[in-house]
Structure formats: C-alpha cells, structure tokens
C-alpha cells in the first residue's frame, strides 16, 4: 500500500544555493555547454530554470536574444559571411554612387567634395 502512494507523488521542487546557481551560470556564459546540457548534465528538472538563472545572475545582455542563440561559425563560414557582407557594402556603394552621379547630371548639384591642392596642402601643415 505505501508502493501505491509513492507512484502518485510528484518530485518536489529542489532548492538549489546561489553557488550553485552562479557555478552553472558561469559555465554556460564560457561556452562550456548549452543550458540544456547543464540541465542534463546537474539533473535540472525546469525546462527554463537555467534560462531563468542566466537572465538573473548572468553577465549577457538579453535584450538582444539573438545574438545569444547563434551558433558558433566555423573559420570558412565566417569567411563567406564577411565575403557575402563585403559583396552587400559594394552593391551599396555603387548605388549610392550611380545616385549621386544621377543627382549631378540632373539637377546640377555637386554633392561629392572636390579637393584642391591648396586644401591638402594646408591640411598636411597641421598635422605636423
């Protein structure tokens, strides 16, 4: 009879100490695991208990949640991302250029700054 009154018994929720805490928080912010793994790993029941002690004892911003749940990039794929980024800032600047090139031939505007000789040379005197 006490066999039958256990299998009814939920766990009880665990109180863990603030070192515990601050020890599991640590090792998540260092990249050590996941949060998932530490509740793995330490025997979390919470599915967000972790989550909850990162936003409170931890150091990250997480007004910016995605910045925290990007993967770590290899070396080539950062690589094509700052080349794809590179390729983007050319397209841009292309633009930007045809725009203004645009701008001059109709409308009669001067928008780029022209450099005389005496300006540079002017210049090139005070930063001695």
Request: aromatic share 8%; net charge positive; glycine share 6%.
């Amino acid at each position: 009879m006490k066999d039958k009154t256990n299998k009814g018994n939920k766990r009880t929720q665990r109180d863990y100490n603030l070192g515990f805490k601050l020890a599991v928080v640590s090792q998540v912010e260092k990249g050590e695991m996941t949060y998932k793994q530490a509740q793995k790993h330490y025997g979390i029941q919470g599915r967000s208990t972790v989550l909850v002690w990162l936003r409170k004892h931890g150091t990250l911003d997480w007004s910016k949640p995605n910045l925290f749940m990007k993967s770590k990039e290899t070396p080539a794929q950062k690589i094509k991302r700052l080349e794809r980024e590179l390729d983007d800032e050319k397209l841009k600047n292309k633009i930007l250029n045809t725009m203004i090139d645009i701008s001059d031939s109709q409308y009669g505007t001067s928008i780029r700054k022209k450099f005389s000789s005496q300006q540079s040379n002017a210049s090139g005197k005070n930063k001695k």
